[in-house]
C-alpha cells in the first residue's frame, strides 16, 4: 500500500505526485493541512511520522520517507518504468543539475517556514515577503533559462521530448511563483516547457487545483 501525506498546495509533494503519475503509480492520498494556525504537519501524530515536520512524507509498503529528492530517487530506482532520468551518467548529472537548483537554491529560500521567519523576526511585511520572494524565483528562473535556452538536450521538456526528473521539480516551482504573481515573461524557455507538461494527464493530475484536500474555489 502506498500513502502520500502531502498538502494540495505544496511544492515538494506536487513534485512527488507529477512522479507517480508518470510511473502510473496509484497511492492514498493523506491530507496534511500547512495553513497557518491549523499546521496539521506540527501535530504530535505527524511529528511521529516525520519529526521534521514537512510534507511530503511517502510511505511504499516498508519503505517510509520523507525528502521529495529521496522518494524521487527512492521511486525511480524501485519503479524504472518510465524513467525520469536518462541512461547517459553525464546526462542524468545535467537532469539532476537542473531540478537541483530549483529544489536545492529556489525552493528552500521561499519555503512556509522561511517566508513566517522573516516576517517574525525581521518584521517583513507583505510587500517585503513578496520581494523577497520574486528575488529567489527570478535570480533562479534567469540561471534556468539560460541553461535550457543554450543546451542541445532541450526538447519538448527540459531534456528531449519526454518528461524528466527536471520537469518534476521545474512545474510545481511556476505554479509556486505565478501564486505570488511572480512576472515570468523574461522565461519564455520556462513558460513553454510548462505549458507542454501541463498538456500530460499526470501533470494535470498532480496539480494543486486537482487534489482532494484542495479547498472549494
Ligand atoms: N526539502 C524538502 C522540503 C519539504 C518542505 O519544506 N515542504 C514544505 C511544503 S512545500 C513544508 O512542509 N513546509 C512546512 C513548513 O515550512 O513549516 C523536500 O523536498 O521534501
Request: net charge negative; proline share 8%.
Amino acid at each position: 500500500m502506498r500513502i502520500l501525506y502531502g498538502y494540495f498546495r505544496s511544492s515538494a509533494a506536487y513534485r512527488v505526485r507529477i512522479a507517480l503519475g508518470l510511473k502510473e503509480l496509484s497511492y492514498e492520498h493523506s491530507g496534511v493541512n500547512l495553513k497557518p494556525g491549523v499546521s496539521e504537519h506540527k501535530s504530535e501524530d505527524y511529528l511521529k511520522l516525520n519529526p521534521q515536520g514537512r510534507v511530503p512524507y511517502f510511505v511504499d509498503g516498508d519503505v517510509a520517507i520523507s525528502q521529495s529528492p529521496a522518494i524521487l530517487e527512492y521511486l525511480e530506482e524501485a519503479y524504472p518504468d518510465a524513467p525520469l532520468l536518462p541512461s547517459d551518467m553525464a546526462d542524468r548529472a545535467y537532469v539532476r543539475q537542473l531540478a537541483s537548483l530549483i529544489g536545492c537554491d529556489v525552493h528552500p529560500l521561499n519555503n512556509l517556514s522561511v517566508l513566517m521567519r522573516i516576517k517574525e523576526q525581521f518584521g517583513a511585511d507583505e510587500a517585503a515577503t513578496n520581494a523577497w520572494y520574486h528575488h529567489w524565483i527570478i535570480e533562479g528562473f534567469t540561471a534556468l533559462e539560460a541553461m535550457l535556452s543554450n543546451s542541445k538536450h532541450t526538447g519538448r521538456f527540459c531534456f528531449g521530448d519526454t518528461p524528466s526528473m527536471a520537469d518534476v521539480y521545474l512545474v510545481p516551482q511556476v505554479w509556486n511563483a505565478r501564486r505570488f504573481n511572480t512576472p515570468l515573461e523574461a522565461f519564455p524557455t520556462i513558460l513553454r516547457i510548462d505549458e507542454a507538461c501541463q498538456a500530460l494527464p499526470a501533470f494535470i493530475d498532480a496539480a494543486p487545483e486537482n487534489q482532494p484536500d484542495t479547498p472549494p474555489a
